[in-house]
């Protein structure tokens, strides 16, 4: 099994990483910039926890979903980007007690559109850890090299 795959998947996530960090540094304020850190944070550790909690089922379909999980964090990061473009948050909004309530509604959202990419970028990485636990080394370096 070739590991140049789990090399692509993890320099895409940090690229849209980057993308994302730059697009609210610009776009928005640059302290909202750390929101991109504890979205992939919080998709990487949720897709650790099912990869434990469904280890079987994960290693039974393990072939099927390395070769899908691509094509769903292709459509996961462009529908995340865009919404996450499109989403109408303003922060000097959150300084007035009148607009303060949407404010946290679109904050929400970008969790909502952005954590799926994450989410299944761990769920790739640690799927292909479980399922090439004979080669950890090699797949631990190809996964660093990509990031």
Same mark, same amino acid.
């Given at each position: 099994?070739?590991?140049?795959? &789990?090399?692509? +998947?993890?320099? #895409?996530?940090?690229?849209?990483? /980057? %993308? @994302?960090? *730059?697009?609210? =540094? !610009?776009?928005?304020?640059?302290?909202?910039?750390?929101?991109?850190?504890? &979205?992939?944070? +919080?998709?990487? #550790?949720?897709?650790?926890?099912? /990869? %434990? @909690?469904? *280890?079987?089922? =994960? !290693?039974?379909?393990?072939?099927?979903?390395?070769?899908?999980?691509?094509?769903?964090?292709? +459509?996961?990061? #462009?529908?995340?980007?865009?919404?996450?473009?499109?989403?109408?948050?303003?922060?000097?909004?959150?300084?007035?007690?009148?607009?303060?309530?949407?404010?946290?509604?679109?904050?929400?959202?970008?969790?909502?559109?952005?954590?799926?990419?994450?989410?299944?970028?761990?769920?790739?990485?640690?799927?292909?850890?479980?399922?090439?636990?004979?080669?950890?080394?090699?797949?631990?370096?190809?996964?660093?090299?990509?990031?």
């Amino acid at each position: 099994m070739s590991l140049v795959p &789990i090399f692509l +998947v993890s320099g #895409a996530a940090v690229a849209l990483e /980057i %993308a @994302l960090t *730059r697009y609210f =540094a !610009v776009a928005k304020w640059s302290e909202y910039g750390y929101w991109v850190i504890s &979205i992939v944070m +919080v998709g990487f #550790a949720l897709s650790g926890v099912t /990869i %434990a @909690l469904a *280890r079987d089922w =994960a !290693v039974r379909r393990g072939p099927v979903l390395l070769a899908w999980l691509p094509v769903a964090l292709i +459509v996961t990061a #462009a529908l995340g980007y865009h919404a996450t473009t499109a989403n109408p948050f303003n922060p000097l909004q959150l300084q007035n007690a009148a607009t303060f309530v949407p404010q946290l509604g679109y904050i929400a959202l970008y969790y909502a559109v952005l954590l799926p990419f994450f989410f299944l970028t761990g769920l790739y990485i640690s799927l292909t850890f479980v399922l090439n636990e004979d080669r950890v080394a090699q797949v631990y370096g190809y996964d660093l090299t990509g990031a």
